[in-house]
């Protein structure tokens, strides 16, 4: 059974900082596309980095450019976002994510059950 567990949020204040991690387990993500999305309440999920397993390519939404890193070690079958100058627009359930190919839809594959950030004003 293949699966994504995320660890390392938590509550933050304002201009502070968390590091998330995911681990995969269950196959190899060391030929996928790995990354995060994140849902806030009452709004739909939306992307936020990514990163190519094999050759390090890495994405961001708008949002996320300048503020947030997103990194990957295949030995680990981890993905990490760390995130920076945290506001409370960044308050949402983060969300693993791999697939095959890119994470667009109609995937991503894989889904972690989420873990929440709560950044305090």
């Known amino acids: 059974q293949v699966q994504l567990v995320e660890s390392g949020g938590g509550l933050v204040q304002t201009g502070g900082s968390l590091r998330l991690s995911c681990v995969g387990s269950g196959r190899t993500f060391s030929d996928y596309a790995m990354g995060w999305f994140r849902q806030a309440p009452g709004k739909e999920r939306k992307f936020v980095a990514s990163?190519?397993?094999?050759?390090?390519?890495?994405y961001y939404s708008d949002s996320a450019k300048g503020r947030f890193t997103v990194s990957g070690d295949s030995a680990k079958n981890a993905v990490y976002l760390q995130m920076d100058t945290l506001t409370p627009d960044d308050t949402a359930v983060y969300y693993c994510a791999a697939d095959r190919i890119a994470l667009v839809p109609p995937g991503p594959e894989y889904w972690g059950q989420g873990t929440q950030v709560t950044v305090s004003s």
């Open positions: 990163i190519t397993m094999s050759n390090g390519n890495t």
